[in-house]
C-alpha cells in the first residue's frame, strides 16, 4: 500500500480561466474544421452585422455564429427551418460556458432545402396577397419605351431585340444586372426601382413596359430571383413588369408577383409588342371594310331618296291650284276696289250734311257764355274774405305756440339755475377762497403727499387768486385748470 496516495488535497488547483482555456485548446485542437448537417433554428441578426444560430437535429442543438465579414459574401442567408451544410471551426465561448461552432460558409444541404425554402417564401407572400390578380395591371399595347433588366452580356438581351425588331421595332433601355450569384438580388431590385424613379418627360425616358429576363439553369442558378426582396420590388413597381426567368418549366418567385410571366425571354418580347407586319394588314383590311360599308351606307339611302322622290308629287302639280286661285282674284279685284270706294263717298256725304257753319256758330256761342257763368262765381271778394280768415286763423296759432314754448322752457331753465348753483358750491374754486391751495410739480401733476413733493423738481402752487411757481422750470405753457383729485387741498 502507498503511503502518500493520491487524495482531495493533492488534486491540481485550475482558476476558471486556466479551465476554460484549456477546455478551449482541447476542442478546438481535436476538431479544428468541421462540416455539419442541421436544420436551422434560431436566427439573431443584430445591428452589428452578425448572425448568430442553431443548428438542431431531431436530439441535439448546437450554437452558431456567422460574422459579419462572411455573412456579406454568403449567396444563401440562413433562415429558420432551412436544411444547411455548415463549415467552420468549433470553438468554445467562456462568457457562458458553451461551444459553437463559428461558421465560415454555409449551403441549402440540396435542392430539397431551397425548395422547402421556397415554398415557405411563396406561403407568405401568398398570405400578404400579392399573388392576387386583382392587384395585377394591364400591359400597354404598344408601349413608346421598354426597359430591360437582365445581363448585357448573354444571349438573352439579343434574343429580345432581334425578336422586338422583327415584330415592331421600340426604344428600349437596358438596365446591365448579375444574373446569378450573390449580386444577383440586390442588383435587380436595384434595376426595378430605378426604372420606378425616372420621371416621365426626364432626360432619360420612363419606360412603359418592365422585362425582366434571364435564361434557364438549376435552381441554384435561378435563385437569385426567388429571393424576397426581389418579389416585393417586382410587386411594388409602378410600371407594368414581364418576368422572363428560366425556360418554360423553371418558376420563380418573381413569376407569381409580376403582372405577366413569359415562358422565355424571347416570348416575353412578342408579349411586349404586336406584329408591325400584322397591325399594318388588319388597318388595311378595316379600312377597306369601311370603305365598303360607307359605300354600301351611301348607296342604300340613294336607293331610299330615289323611292321617296318617285312618291312625292311634281312642282308643276303644287302650284297650279294656287296659280288658278290667283287667276280668278285678280279678276274679281278691279270690281271689289270699285264697290268699297263708292261705298266709302257716300258715308262721307252722309256725314259731311251736318257739318254746317251755322252749327258750328251756334256750339261756339254756347260754350262761350257757359264760360261767362263760371267766370262771375269766380269774383275777387270772396277769395279776398278766405285770405283774411285763414290769417286771422294763422295768428291765433301762433300765440298758441308761443305761450306753449314759454311754459316748455321754465322748467328746464329753474333746473339750470339750480345746478348751477349746486356746481359753485361744490367747485375747488370756493374751497381755494376759504384757504386752500393746490399743489402741483412742475410737469403739471397734482401732489398728494410730502414725499412726492420732495422728489419733485419744483413746484406750483394754485390759490384762489391766481398761481405761484417754486423752483423748477415756470415756462410750461399754463393748462386748463381742472378740479384737483382728493386730499390736494391744504
Known sequence: MDLFEDGPGNTPEFSVSELS???????????????????????????SGHIYLDLKDDRSVISGVVWKGVSARLEHPPEE?????????????????????????????????????????????????????????????????????????????????HRLRERFARKVLIWPVAVQGKGCAPEVVRAIEGFNRLQPGGAIPRPD????????????????????????????????????VGHETDTTLI??????????????????????????????ESGARMTRALLQRIETRAQRLRDLSRAMPRADTLLDGARQRLDLLSDRLPTALSRGTEKRRVQLSDRAGTLRPSLLARLVAHGRERLGRRTDR?????????????HDRLGGLNARLQATGARGLADPRNRLTTLARLLETLSYKGTLARGYA??????????????????????????????????????????KTKPPEQGSLF
Open 21 to 47: 482555456g484549456a477546455v478551449k485548446r482541447a476542442i478546438e485542437g481535436e476538431f479544428g474544421h468541421v462540416r455539419v448537417r442541421g436544420e436551422v433554428g434560431r436566427v439573431s441578426r443584430p445591428r
Open 81 to 161: 427551418g432551412m436544411e444547411v451544410i455548415a463549415t467552420g471551426r468549433l470553438t468554445t465561448f467562456p462568457g457562458q460556458s458553451k461551444y459553437q461552432i463559428v461558421i465560415e460558409d454555409i449551403r441549402p444541404a440540396g435542392v430539397g432545402a431551397l425548395m422547402a425554402t421556397l415554398e415557405k417564401r411563396k406561403a407568405l407572400l401568398a398570405a400578404e396577397g400579392l399573388f392576387d390578380e386583382q392587384r395585377k395591371r394591364p400591359l400597354p399595347y404598344l408601349p413608346e419605351v421598354i426597359g430591360v433588366v437582365t445581363s448585357p452580356s448573354g444571349a438573352v438581351i439579343r434574343d429580345i431585340l
Open 209 to 244: 413596359l418592365l422585362i425582366v429576363a434571364r435564361g434557364g439553369g438549376s435552381v441554384e442558378d435561378l435563385w437569385g430571383f426567388n429571393e424576397e426582396a426581389v418579389a416585393r420590388a417586382a410587386a411594388a413597381s409602378a410600371i407594368p413588369l414581364i418576368s422572363a
Open 255 to 284: 413569376d407569381f408577383v409580376s403582372d405577366r410571366r413569359a415562358p422565355t425571354p424571347t416570348a416575353a418580347a412578342e408579349i411586349a409588342v404586336p406584329v408591325r407586319r400584322e397591325l399594318l394588314t388588319w388597318a388595311d
Open 378 to 390: 269766380l269774383s275777387i271778394r270772396p277769395i279776398a274774405r278766405d285770405i283774411d280768415r285763414a
Open 438 to 479: 393746490v399743489v402741483r410739480s412742475g410737469e403739471g401733476h397734482i401732489l398728494t403727499g410730502k414725499a412726492e413733493a420732495e422728489a419733485a423738481s419744483g413746484l406750483e402752487i394754485e390759490f384762489a387768486d391766481g398761481r405761484f411757481a417754486l423752483g423748477g422750470s415756470t415756462s410750461r405753457p399754463k393748462r
